[in-house]
């Protein structure tokens, strides 16, 4: 036999080795597989409960509060800016005063009217003494004979009591305005909270009134938007993952506040339902703690796991006796009874308000066979 042939018969016998010992290999674990069922004496099929699907949101990172601030001419004219360009100011910082020429002019001339007035009242209390005093000089004294006050007295006290009155009803009403004005010859606006200062320009072309002033607060939040068939599946101080588009980096947040109204211009036609309807979006504010390196208008995508919903199984895994519902789960490979509470959903699921949870694989099928403790092949699972 040549060197050749030789070769080549040791190849063949290696190729057969090789080929017999994946023939032995297959039937050992056929029959582990097939002595498994025979042990548990059952057919079966298995179910694992699936995750519940990621909510997900679009938006951007915008301050937490800015306000816009407008000349308003019915406060007068603006008399000092306070503040400067980029500056930084505390709540309730005075940003700008005006000046109202017409309420001074109006307070000063209602000073003088009630300066007047105090000085006729003086006037009028002094004559209605002297009148009192005739009076008083003729009551009857001692054995002297009475003398009744002239008829012309009696009228003149009235009189004068009467505009005393009078006067007093000017008074009271002039103050009355003057309260009113006071505090509107100069008003002050300030800041409603803490932010940077941005002196306003000309406004654009169109632009009905140029902006003043405006006041931003350094801190950055999230703004997404949420469709409507997703609205009930999020809710607040729920953790969000966000991921910035700008910088690519992840960072988790908290929901702060969904809102109840339709955003303006937030209808889009979602293409996953296959109907091309038109799903109107809410907004959703979410707390961010971890800010550096961050900036307004930088836009992010937001993933939320809902925790409100109830896993599912199908109904032909309950198992139902006198002391409730029950399914057989599969631990370390062997077949436990797990007590469930559940509830109706449609014809071939239930959802399930305890006992389970998404992960865990369940008896799908063929459970009046299984026995606790039943060793189960989870190699057959199929959803």
């Given at each position: 036999m040549t060197n050749k042939q030789k070769k080549i018969m040791v190849s063949v016998i290696v190729v057969f080795s090789f080929v017999w010992a994946g023939l032995i290999g297959w039937k050992v674990l056929s029959e582990k597989k097939a002595e498994a069922q025979q042990e548990s004496g059952a057919q079966y099929s298995l179910y694992s409960i699936p995750s519940f699907p990621k909510v997900f949101l679009e938006g951007d990172l915008q301050h937490t509060q800015k306000e816009n601030f407008y000349p308003d001419a019915s406060r007068g004219l603006i008399d000092k800016i306070n503040v400067t360009d980029q500056q930084a100011v505390e709540k309730d910082q005075v940003l700008y005063t005006y000046k109202n020429e017409q309420a001074i002019e109006q307070y000063e001339d209602l000073k003088i009217q009630l300066e007047s007035l105090v000085e006729t009242q003086k006037q009028l209390k002094k004559q209605l003494a002297k009148a009192s005093s005739v009076q008083i000089a003729t009551t009857p004294v001692g054995d002297e004979p009475f003398m009744s006050p002239s008829d012309n007295t009696e009228e003149m006290k009235n009189t004068i009591t009467s505009q005393i009155n009078e006067n007093a009803s000017q008074q009271k009403r002039l103050n009355v305005q003057l309260n009113n004005l006071n505090g509107k010859q100069y008003s002050s606006v300030t800041a409603p909270f803490p932010g940077i200062v941005s002196i306003g320009k000309s406004g654009n072309e169109g632009e009905q009134e140029p902006i003043l002033l405006s006041l931003t607060a350094p801190a950055l939040q999230v703004v997404a938007y949420v469709s409507e068939k997703d609205r009930q599946?999020?809710?607040?101080?729920?953790?969000?993952?966000?991921?910035?588009?700008?910088?690519?980096?992840?960072?988790?947040?908290?929901?702060?506040?969904?809102?109840?109204?339709?955003?303006?211009?937030?209808?889009?036609?979602?293409?996953?339902?296959?109907?091309?309807?038109?799903?109107?979006?809410?907004p959703v504010y979410i707390d961010i703690p971890q800010q550096e390196g961050l900036y307004a208008g930088y836009h992010i995508q937001g993933t939320v796991i809902p925790d409100n919903e109830l896993p599912k199984i199908p109904k032909t895994s309950i198992i139902t006796v006198d002391s409730g519902s029950y399914v057989w789960e599969v631990v370390d490979g062997k077949a436990k009874r797990t007590q469930v509470d559940i509830q109706d959903w449609n014809v071939k699921y239930v959802l399930v308000k305890s006992g389970l949870r998404p992960g865990q694989i369940i008896i799908r099928e063929g459970v009046n066979d299984i026995k606790e403790g039943d060793k189960i092949d989870i190699s057959s699972l199929k959803n």
């Amino acid at each position: 036999m040549t060197n050749k042939q030789k070769k080549i018969m040791v190849s063949v016998i290696v190729v057969f080795s090789f080929v017999w010992a994946g023939l032995i290999g297959w039937k050992v674990l056929s029959e582990k597989k097939a002595e498994a069922q025979q042990e548990s004496g059952a057919q079966y099929s298995l179910y694992s409960i699936p995750s519940f699907p990621k909510v997900f949101l679009e938006g951007d990172l915008q301050h937490t509060q800015k306000e816009n601030f407008y000349p308003d001419a019915s406060r007068g004219l603006i008399d000092k800016i306070n503040v400067t360009d980029q500056q930084a100011v505390e709540k309730d910082q005075v940003l700008y005063t005006y000046k109202n020429e017409q309420a001074i002019e109006q307070y000063e001339d209602l000073k003088i009217q009630l300066e007047s007035l105090v000085e006729t009242q003086k006037q009028l209390k002094k004559q209605l003494a002297k009148a009192s005093s005739v009076q008083i000089a003729t009551t009857p004294v001692g054995d002297e004979p009475f003398m009744s006050p002239s008829d012309n007295t009696e009228e003149m006290k009235n009189t004068i009591t009467s505009q005393i009155n009078e006067n007093a009803s000017q008074q009271k009403r002039l103050n009355v305005q003057l309260n009113n004005l006071n505090g509107k010859q100069y008003s002050s606006v300030t800041a409603p909270f803490p932010g940077i200062v941005s002196i306003g320009k000309s406004g654009n072309e169109g632009e009905q009134e140029p902006i003043l002033l405006s006041l931003t607060a350094p801190a950055l939040q999230v703004v997404a938007y949420v469709s409507e068939k997703d609205r009930q599946r999020i809710h607040k101080d729920q953790l969000a993952t966000i991921l910035i588009y700008g910088t690519g980096q992840e960072i988790e947040g908290k929901i702060r506040e969904i809102g109840d109204f339709v955003s303006q211009g937030s209808l889009s036609t979602s293409g996953t339902q296959g109907t091309g309807a038109n799903l109107s979006q809410y907004p959703v504010y979410i707390d961010i703690p971890q800010q550096e390196g961050l900036y307004a208008g930088y836009h992010i995508q937001g993933t939320v796991i809902p925790d409100n919903e109830l896993p599912k199984i199908p109904k032909t895994s309950i198992i139902t006796v006198d002391s409730g519902s029950y399914v057989w789960e599969v631990v370390d490979g062997k077949a436990k009874r797990t007590q469930v509470d559940i509830q109706d959903w449609n014809v071939k699921y239930v959802l399930v308000k305890s006992g389970l949870r998404p992960g865990q694989i369940i008896i799908r099928e063929g459970v009046n066979d299984i026995k606790e403790g039943d060793k189960i092949d989870i190699s057959s699972l199929k959803n």
